[in-house]
């Protein structure tokens, strides 16, 4: 009788085996069942970030175009700031804050010396890519935003997530963007309200999507919406564009991923590769 074994002399071919080799055969076995549900609200993250470019785009056109004043908007952002800032730990009772040991002073530390350097450096910043053509500059922002919004930690534990380099290309982006506004404190405030919505307020979103599902659900929306909105004063076919792509990808896209599922026919057997599940450290000592 044929037996599975290598350690013995059988008089069968090295490849042979018996009808018994199939009885072992499982399918799907590390298959996922999603909902649809759910898989929409994790779409979320990529349609919070999508608007996130998107309203920092248009933040900077209403600069460049001079309707938007940077007084104007570092006033609304240093509210938003407060306002995101005590939503941070009215959401778990300041448990994280305990949890972490930071406190309100080395907040407020750490934002003092944030906007007294780059306050310091604007100019520097005003006039960093002069030598370079205002089309390479658009160019070169289109690439990096679009490399952010690649390489950002949407929650998948997937080798390309990197969270530093995803906040590294968008802050590059803001920079050479600033380089083409009128004067030194166009540039520190566009920098500033980068940090804001690439930094802090993906931060935000973790903590409402961990906490309070329901208002993280709301602010997606509300957030969207008003992408939209401002997108539309600028380009109404853009904004069809840009709601049609936010549909997709909330909608759409979840409606494929599941109808996927069940076409998925991988197969699993006594062919696999052996896996080791037994701790060796004890042999390396």
């Given at each position: 009788?044929?037996?599975k074994?290598?350690?013995?002399?059988?008089?069968?071919?090295?490849?042979?085996?018996?009808?018994?080799?199939?009885?072992?055969?499982?399918?799907?076995v590390?298959a996922?069942?999603?909902?649809?549900?759910a898989?929409?609200?994790?779409?979320?993250?990529v349609?919070?970030?999508?608007?996130?470019?998107?309203?920092?785009?248009?933040?900077?056109?209403?600069?460049?175009?001079?309707?938007?004043?940077?007084?104007g908007?570092?006033?609304?952002?240093?509210?938003?700031?407060?306002?995101?800032?005590?939503?941070?730990?009215?959401?778990?009772?300041g448990?994280?804050r305990?949890?972490?040991?930071?406190?309100?002073w080395?907040?407020?530390?750490s934002?003092?010396?944030?906007a007294?350097?780059?306050?310091?450096?604007s100019?520097?910043?005003?006039t960093?890519?002069?030598?370079i053509?205002?089309?390479?500059?658009?160019?070169?922002?289109?690439?990096m935003?679009l490399g952010?919004?690649?390489?950002?930690?949407?929650?998948?534990?997937?080798?390309?997530?990197?969270?530093?380099?995803?906040?590294?290309?968008?802050?590059?982006?803001?920079?050479?963007?600033?380089?083409?506004?009128p004067?030194?404190?166009?540039?520190?405030v566009?920098?500033?309200f980068?940090?804001?919505?690439?930094?802090?307020w993906?931060v935000l979103?973790?903590?409402?999507k961990?906490?309070?599902?329901?208002?993280?659900?709301?602010v997606?929306?509300?957030?969207?919406?008003?992408?939209?909105?401002?997108?539309a004063?600028?380009?109404s076919?853009?904004?069809v564009?840009?709601?049609?792509?936010?549909?997709?990808?909330?909608?759409?896209?979840?409606?494929?991923?599941?109808r996927?599922?069940?076409?998925?026919?991988?197969?699993h057997?006594?062919w696999?590769?052996?896996?080791?599940k037994?701790?060796?450290?004890?042999?390396?000592?």
């Open positions: 009788r044929w037996q074994v290598l350690y013995e002399r059988q008089p069968f071919p090295d490849n042979y085996v018996d009808q018994r080799f199939l009885e072992e055969l499982r399918k799907n590390h996922r069942q999603y909902r649809y549900q898989v929409v609200f994790q779409s979320g993250a349609v919070q970030q999508l608007c996130s470019v998107c309203v920092f785009v248009l933040t900077w056109w209403y600069m460049d175009a001079g309707v938007l004043s940077p007084q908007l570092f006033g609304a952002a240093l509210v938003s700031s407060l306002l995101g800032y005590v939503l941070f730990d009215a959401v778990d009772g448990a994280g305990w949890a972490s040991g930071r406190t309100r080395a907040d407020l530390k934002t003092l010396v944030f007294a350097f780059t306050y310091g450096f100019p520097v910043l005003k960093l890519t002069e030598s053509s205002t089309d390479t500059i658009y160019a070169m922002s289109a690439l935003l952010h919004l690649i390489f950002f930690d949407y929650g998948a534990n997937a080798a390309i997530v990197s969270s530093t380099l995803s906040l590294n290309m968008a802050i590059f982006a803001s920079v050479c963007l600033a380089s083409r506004l004067r030194s404190l166009h540039a520190f566009m920098v500033t980068a940090m804001q919505i690439f930094a802090l993906p979103q973790k903590k409402l961990a906490r309070t599902p329901r208002c993280y659900v709301g997606t929306v509300l957030f969207a919406l008003a992408a939209l909105a401002g997108l004063t600028v380009s076919v853009g904004a564009l840009f709601a049609s792509l936010l549909l997709a990808i909330s909608c759409l896209c979840p409606y494929c991923l599941i996927l599922q069940l076409l998925k026919d991988n197969i057997g006594p696999d590769e052996a896996e080791i037994e701790d060796l450290s004890r042999f390396l000592m």
